[in-house]
């Protein structure tokens, strides 16, 4: 079965940068799109990035882009989100999630999220 871990999330001040991985297992992760989804609980999903199997194409949310990238290390089979110029409404619990195709604001269903990540973005 899919199984995710996010890591990497933390506090930090507007402006400020962080850089969540997620690492993968239960699948073939090089076969694999794969999406960063973000939530403040009590509120829907959120997509931020797609990233194709092999790493050659990306999708990324207006919000993210020129701020956000997505990328991944298949040897590793971990999924990278380098976050900078980060504001506080980017506050929120950041997920990693399986995607079966490479598709632009691919959210797939919960259980091929990983546990998720806090964010906290704050002076």
């Known amino acids: 079965q899919v199984h995710l871990v996010e890591s990497g999330g933390g506090l930090v001040h507007p402006g400020g940068s962080l850089r969540l991985s997620c690492a993968a297992s239960g699948f073939m992760f090089s076969d694999s799109a794969m999406s960063w989804v973000r939530q403040v609980p009590g509120n829907r999903p959120e997509w931020v990035a797609t990233?194709?199997?092999?790493?050659?194409?990306?999708r990324t949310a207006e919000f993210a882009k020129d701020r956000f990238t997505i990328s991944r290390d298949n040897f590793k089979d971990t999924v990278y989100l380098q976050m900078d110029s980060l504001k506080p409404e980017d506050t929120a619990l950041y997920y990693c999630a399986r995607c079966p195709h490479f598709q632009t604001g691919c959210v797939p269903d919960r259980d091929q999220w990983g546990q998720g990540t806090q964010v906290t973005v704050s002076s």
């Open positions: 990233i194709s199997s092999g790493g050659r194409l990306t």
